[in-house]
């Protein structure tokens, strides 16, 4: 699950070191992180449990480190073999950066639980791995993002298994 985290912090950009990834929209990314929406502590055990989720398997930041500019969840999914797990995401970077970097392909603009976001995938992933979904917020956006890196057997694509996460959980994000 840990690929789950890694990955989704690249689609964004987040990094200082290359050319052309996404740079904070603050001066001070980690006060603005400060005042995102945790998706830790926001999204209840209860509702987690019942999409299929391990809430045993909750990991908070980038292995254990909060990332600035940035709140981050990541739990297994239940129903699967280890691989096969979901981050949700709260950022103060914008969706213009993510339909900006070149390794986010094959864009799709949707509607989910009445809200319009944006799907897509890294190009480092194949089609039947990865899922990512992001729906701008005030503060930034907040993402879904469902990997299959780990599981040799996959019989479920990744957005249709994301689907009824995000139906779930998209009505938790702020506006």
């Given at each position: ?7 989704v ?6 990094s200082?070191?290359?050319s ?27 509702m ?6 391990d809430?045993?398997?909750?990991r ?26 979901i ?28 809200r319009?976001?944006v ?9 039947n ?7 701008p917020?005030?503060?930034g ?5 469902m ?6 057997e996959k ?12 139906e779930?959980?998209?009505p938790l994000?702020?506006?």
């Amino acid at each position: 699950m840990t690929t789950v985290v890694c990955g989704v912090l690249a689609v964004s950009g987040c990094s200082t070191t290359e050319s052309g990834n996404a740079q904070p929209s603050s001066a001070d990314p980690a006060a603005a992180a400060a005042a995102l929406w945790d998706p830790c502590s926001q999204i209840p055990d209860s509702m987690l449990t019942s999409l299929g989720l391990d809430v045993a398997s909750k990991r908070s930041g980038i292995l254990g480190a909060e990332e600035p500019g940035w709140k981050i969840c990541a739990w297994d999914d239940a129903n699967y073999p280890s691989g096969f797990g979901i981050g949700v995401f709260s950022t103060i970077h914008t969706v213009d950066e993510v339909r900006a970097k070149s390794t986010n392909i094959e864009f799709k603009d949707v509607v989910i639980a009445g809200r319009d976001g944006v799907q897509f995938r890294q190009s480092h992933y194949d089609a039947n791995e990865d899922c990512s979904i992001v729906f701008p917020t005030s503060t930034g956006f907040t993402q879904l993002d469902m990997l299959n890196s780990g599981v040799k057997e996959k019989s479920v694509p990744p957005c249709q298994r994301l689907q009824p996460i995000a139906e779930a959980i998209v009505p938790l994000f702020p506006k």
